[in-house]
């Protein structure tokens, strides 16, 4: 066995010398790198998020995931309620600017209006992310949006009434806020799959905003000219809530929702599946509103350096009847 050649004695103070400089540099090493981690925990990201209000109930669950999801990410969330007016939303985002935040969040209320405001972002290279609603802008100008195909949920809803009406059926609509990505896409991809079908038609069509109370009031107009709904085969909702205020506003005039008329609408909130349950609603196509993983996992993954984003990273949707109901309530904690 070979055995190690013995040291002389300035060749072993060499070594202790050299030691003792390594074990300087690795405690640095050590100290820096603890540094490093107490400024990333002491800076935890800040993120605005400018939502559209609180107009619905699928609108209060997303708002309420969005925020638990911050929380337990140790997100800083600055989160602005824009009570569904555009120039709220406007001065939000002026607002998370000056902040200087590390992203911004928008679900915007309705496609137009901007340009302008997303060109001061990226002239202060914060990167924006577009959530839920649509806006016409460039897509240069954001990184990526995040949402469901609103014109699948439409197309997903004509298919249902086609096949449950036999491809026969006048029916009144109740739109959602003029100028949002859902009212336009949710309307368009419906009527593409309707038209297939001569004696399918929309003989009514109002917005009622998204609310409860917007559907109750547009629905009591459209039974009052209808004359009780007569020759009316189906109500399509842009949203659950507005159909469960035509739902009311169709109990209050003795007619049975669900059987005197068939329903059909988008979100799958718990009252929809519970309206199912009761025999008065037929059918929703579901809008997830569990997303805020989807949305942060994208946003972070950008703060940290990744950059191949699709333009529309898709939330997939799909359509429920009362034969899944009970178990979507269950799923949904109603
Ligand atoms: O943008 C999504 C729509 O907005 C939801 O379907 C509706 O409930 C909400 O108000």
Redesign the pocket.
């Known amino acids: 066995m070979r055995r190690p050649a013995k040291q002389s004695g300035a060749a072993s103070k060499r070594e202790e010398k050299g030691m003792g400089i390594l074990k300087h540099l690795l405690a640095a090493a050590v100290g820096a790198a603890a540094l490093a981690s107490l400024s990333v925990s002491a800076s935890a990201q800040t993120i605005g998020f400018s939502q559209?209000g609180s107009?619905?109930d699928?609108?209060t669950a997303f708002s309420a995931d969005m925020k638990a999801e911050a929380q337990k990410r140790g997100v800083n969330l600055k989160f602005s309620d824009a009570q569904q007016k555009e120039e709220n939303q406007l001065k939000a985002v002026r607002s998370f600017i000056a902040q200087k935040v590390d992203a911004i969040i928008i679900?915007p209320v309705v496609v137009t209006g901007w340009d302008q405001v997303l060109k001061e972002a990226q002239a202060a290279k914060i990167p924006v992310f577009i959530v839920?609603?649509a806006v016409e802008s460039d897509p240069s100008l954001y990184v990526t949006r995040i949402a469901a195909d609103f014109n699948l949920e439409g197309r997903l809803a004509g298919a249902w009434l086609a096949q449950a009406s036999k491809g026969n059926c006048n029916i009144v609509e109740l739109q959602?806020t003029v100028g949002?990505?859902?009212a336009i896409e949710r309307k368009k991809g419906f009527e593409a799959v309707i038209s297939l079908f001569p004696s399918m038609k929309i003989v009514k069509s109002q917005s009622g905003n998204?609310t409860t109370s917007g559907g109750k009031e547009v629905m009591e107009s459209f039974i009052k000219a209808t004359d009780s709904l007569k020759g009316i085969c189906a109500v399509w909702a842009?949203?659950?809530?507005m159909m469960l205020g035509a739902i009311q506003a169709m109990k209050e005039a003795g007619l049975k929702p669900g059987k005197d008329v068939l329903t059909v609408s988008?979100?799958g909130v718990p009252d929809i599946f519970k309206a199912m349950l009761a025999g008065e609603s037929d059918a929703s196509v579901e809008?997830k509103s569990d997303i805020g993983k989807y949305i942060y996992d994208v946003v972070q993954g950008y703060l940290k350096g990744k950059r191949d984003y699709p333009k529309w990273v898709l939330i997939p949707s799909d359509l429920h009847t009362p034969a899944d109901a009970d178990e979507m309530l269950k799923k949904k904690g109603g």
């Open positions: 559209v107009e619905s699928w609108r679900a839920d609603r959602g949002s990505a859902p998204f842009h949203n659950d809530n988008v979100d809008l």
